[in-house]
């Protein structure tokens, strides 16, 4: 899957062996690399060989792509009418998912048979967590959810049900097909616009054709359909147009359209994005975007380096500081980001030997070399971008306090990425439980709503956590305020004293079990 050489978060793992592993043999595969003759070049002149391209534009299950202005339900209907199913319908929010395939339950897509199939694999399976339920009830009818907010083994069930081919609709995000095959004969997406981690964009051409191209399997269909979906707007201006058609054709004057029945009408954001259907046939025509290189230098890269330099084996070659200045001198990037990557390597290392982490030693016709302390464990290493911070953190505070335990989980906690979709959850909570006791109070609007705004998540240990990173960050200027963020939520479930189940049901995460059990 050689396109996560491009992926914001992943692509260093992609790269890093391209550089390393200079005379190993690669094979480099994904249906959508665009445009690809700078990495080739690339990797010809670093190992001096010559590097095959192979090509092709054929593809085994051709693919038809249509653009409809129906309703969701009525899509599917017309795709199981025509034996268009399974379809997988893409959409980029679990809760998008989830309420989509509510729709779609009252649509007949399986027979009898099939659903006395489907209830005998889900009566073996344990259903028994807050959402598995309503997971269950979706499945019995033919109905399948997929996304990382669903526990592992409901996703498990779901690909294992669609694999069976018992499944004729799966509502998920673009999870599902990534390593699994499944007979997918319609992708239909929902939408042609997703957050892409900073804000809400139409799909590039490489995620379009990514998730395309999981319609019409090799050994399942000799066909395969692609449909987008036109945004709501324009399907109900469709439908009001055709209303009024109807109407005219009988001598009758139907009730005029709504005003602002455009993207921006009635409760339209004018932020939001949309999209027709040249928007749709640019994607189907448009190739992938180049391949863009996404190094990132981390302690975790840094940590690796020095690790490779301590079995005494030929250090020079194998590893050490050295051995990641030629990476990072041999990396695909432009020549203004190596030296940016360099000078980020260079203050990771500063801040690793102030820690104690790094150390120069002193050897007999070898002179000063950057190693790991001898009194770290061999697989020592420090995943998360502030866990040095962490180090300093734990280290300062006072080992006799009776909530010693809890205020290390606490810590633990700061410095590892928050659920959003958990922390608003508490929030939430929190807000509710004040205006209830607010207006039985007889508290007045104005005062009620300003006590609301400054309600956030638990966030124990804030001041401690406030002095300790201004301290840090005074004397590690790679490091910023917004790496640390203090919340409770394993903390919550240990002074609470809650089960997993209780937890879900306290903040309603029904739909983001597997979010949660994820970062626990």
């Known amino acids: 899957e050689f396109h996560y050489y491009a992926d914001r978060d992943r692509g260093s793992a992609w790269q890093v062996p391209l550089i390393t592993m200079r ?3 690669f094979l480099l595969m994904s249906a959508t690399m665009g445009d690809t003759r700078e990495i080739a070049q690339r990797l010809a002149d670093h190992t001096g060989r010559e590097v095959a391209h192979v090509d092709s534009l054929d593809r085994p299950v051709p693919l038809s792509f249509e653009y409809r202005e129906t309703p969701l339900h009525q899509t599917i209907e017309i795709l199981r009418n025509t034996g268009r199913l399974p379809a997988y319908v893409v959409s980029f929010t679990q809760r998008e998912c989830a309420e989509l395939a509510q729709g779609l339950t009252s649509l007949d897509v399986v027979d009898a048979g099939e659903r006395r199939r489907i209830a005998e694999v889900v009566g073996q399976t344990d259903m028994s967590t807050p959402y598995g339920r309503e997971v269950g009830r979706l499945l019995r009818t033919g109905i399948g959810l997929h996304h990382a907010g669903l526990l592992p ?3 498990l069930l779901v690909e294992q049900l669609a694999q069976d081919g018992l499944l004729k609709v799966i509502c998920g995000t673009d999870t599902l097909g990534m390593g699994v095959n499944i007979p997918i004969r319609t992708v239909v997406f929902a939408k042609l616009a997703k957050y892409d981690g900073h804000k809400v964009a139409l799909l590039t051409a490489r995620d379009f054709h990514q998730i ?6 090799k050994g399942f269909d000799e066909r395969g359909t692609v449909v987008a979906q036109a945004p709501e707007h324009a399907i109900r201006a469709r439908q009001q147009a055709e209303k009024e058609a109807r109407a005219s054709a009988k001598g009758r004057r139907g009730k005029p359209a709504p005003r602002g029945g455009g993207p921006h009408g009635r409760g339209g954001r004018r932020d939001e994005v949309t999209w027709n259907h040249k ?5 189907v025509e448009r190739p992938p975007e180049p391949l863009v290189s996404r190094l990132r230098v981390t302690h975790h890269m840094v940590l690796t380096a020095l690790q490779r330099g301590r079995d005494g084996v030929d250090r020079e070659r194998s590893g050490g500081y050295a051995f990641l200045v030629r990476l990072l001198l041999d990396s695909y990037e432009q020549p203004q980001r190596r030296r940016a990557h360099l000078g980020r390597a260079a203050a990771l290392l500063r801040s690793l030997r102030s820690a104690g982490i790094a150390v120069v030693t002193s050897e007999p016709g070898v002179g000063g070399r950057l190693a790991l302390a001898d009194d770290l464990q061999l697989d020592f290493s420090l995943h ?12 300062r505070l006072d080992p006799t306090a009776p909530t010693h ?17 958990v922390l608003f959850a508490q ?14 109070e007889g508290v007045p609007y104005e005062e009620r709503m300003a006590q609301l705004e400054k309600v956030s998540w638990p966030k124990p240990l804030e001041a401690f956590i406030d002095g300790t990173v201004a301290a840090f960050a005074a004397t590690h200027p790679w490091f910023g305020r917004d790496d640390v963020e203090p919340k409770s939520i394993a903390r919550e479930l240990l002074e ?3 089960t997993f189940a209780e937890y879900v049901r306290r903040y309603e995460l029904q739909r983001s079990e597997g979010t949660l059990l994820r970062y626990l």
């Open 496 to 498: 609470a004293d809650l």
């Open 212 to 217: 395309a191209g999981r319609a019409g399997r």
């Open 384 to 395: 998360q971008a502030p866990s040095l911070y962490l180090v300093d953190a734990v280290g």
């Open 405 to 421: 335990a809890l205020d290390v989980l606490s810590l633990v906690e700061a410095v590892v990425p928050g659920p959003r979709v």
């Open 23 to 25: 005379h190993a043999q």
């Open 427 to 440: 929030e939430n909570r929190a807000k509710r439980m004040l205006l209830d006791r607010l207006k039985a």
């Open 279 to 283: 928007t749709f046939q640019a994607l």
């Open 153 to 155: 083994r409901y996703r």
